[in-house]
T-cell receptor, first 114, second 110 residues
C-alpha cells in the first residue's frame, strides 16, 4: 500500500532560521505531491503542489519544495522562518488511477520562537 | 471562496449511540471526503464520494458509513459509537486539483 513518511514529528526553530521538512513516499508510479498547512485554530490549506514539469515548486508565504524522483522525496523548504509559520505541516500524495485518494503523512509540528 | 461547512465544532456522545456528522460544500464539487485526524497519525481517509449516491471506502472504513443524497452534502455516520472513535473529523471537497477542508468536528465518545 502507498504510504507517506514525514521524518520529523516536532521541529523547533528560532526566527530567521532555515527550514527543511522531509517527506518520502512509497509508490513507483506517477504521483501528484502536496504540502498542506494547518495554522493554530484554522482549516487545513494548500501550501503548494507538484503535478509535473519543474521539480522545484514555489508556494505561498515563501515556501518551496523539490521533487526528487530518484529519492521518492518531496521536501519542504523555507530560507528564513517567521513566528507566524508556527503550524502543523502535512505532506500528501495522490497516485495515478487512485480515485483522487489523497494519502497524508503523520504531520510535522513546527514551533518558531521569536 | 469555497466554503466547506461542518455542522458541529464539538460533539460529545455516549458509547453505542448512532452519530451523524454533516458536511456541506457550496462549490458544486463532485468529490467529497471524510478524514479523521489523530496526533501522530496525520489524516486517514475514512470514505470518499465522487458523485451523488456513489461512495468508496478509504483506508479505515470500519465502524463508519456515509450518505451522499445531494451533491452538496456528504454525511458520515457512526453506526454505534465507540471510545476509539474519539477523534477530530475533517470533511473536504475537491476542486481545481486541491482539497478544501472544513473546520473539523471534535468528537468525544464517552
Amino acid at each position: 500500500a502507498q504510504s507517506v513518511s514525514q521524518h520529523n514529528h516536532h521541529v523547533i526553530l528560532s526566527e530567521a532560521a532555515s527550514l527543511e521538512l522531509g517527506c518520502n513516499y512509497s509508490y513507483g508510479g506517477t504521483v501528484n505531491l502536496f504540502w498542506y498547512v494547518q495554522y493554530p485554530g484554522q482549516h487545513l490549506q494548500l501550501l503548494l503542489k507538484y503535478f509535473s514539469g519543474d521539480p522545484l515548486v514555489k508556494g505561498i508565504k515563501g515556501f518551496e519544495a523539490e521533487f526528487i524522483k530518484s529519492k521518492f522525496s518531496f521536501n519542504l523548504r523555507k530560507p528564513s522562518v517567521q513566528w507566524s509559520d508556527t503550524a502543523e505541516y502535512f505532506c500528501a500524495v495522490t497516485v495515478s488511477g487512485g480515485y483522487n485518494k489523497l494519502i497524508f503523512g503523520a504531520g510535522t509540528r513546527l514551533a518558531v520562537h521569536p | 471562496d469555497v466554503k466547506v461547512t461542518q455542522s458541529s465544532r464539538y460533539l460529545v456522545k455516549r458509547t453505542g449511540e448512532k452519530v451523524f456528522l454533516e458536511c456541506v460544500q457550496d462549490m458544486d464539487h463532485e468529490n467529497m471526503f471524510w478524514y479523521r485526524q489523530d496526533p501522530g497519525l496525520g489524516l486517514r481517509l475514512i470514505y470518499f464520494s465522487y458523485d451523488v449516491k456513489m461512495k468508496e471506502k478509504g483506508d479505515i472504513p470500519e465502524g463508519y458509513s456515509v450518505s451522499r443524497e445531494k451533491k452538496e452534502r456528504f454525511s458520515l455516520i457512526l453506526e454505534s459509537a465507540s471510545t476509539n472513535q474519539t477523534s477530530m473529523y475533517l470533511c473536504a471537497s475537491k476542486g481545481n486539483e486541491k482539497l478544501f477542508f472544513g473546520s473539523g468536528t471534535q468528537l468525544s465518545v464517552l
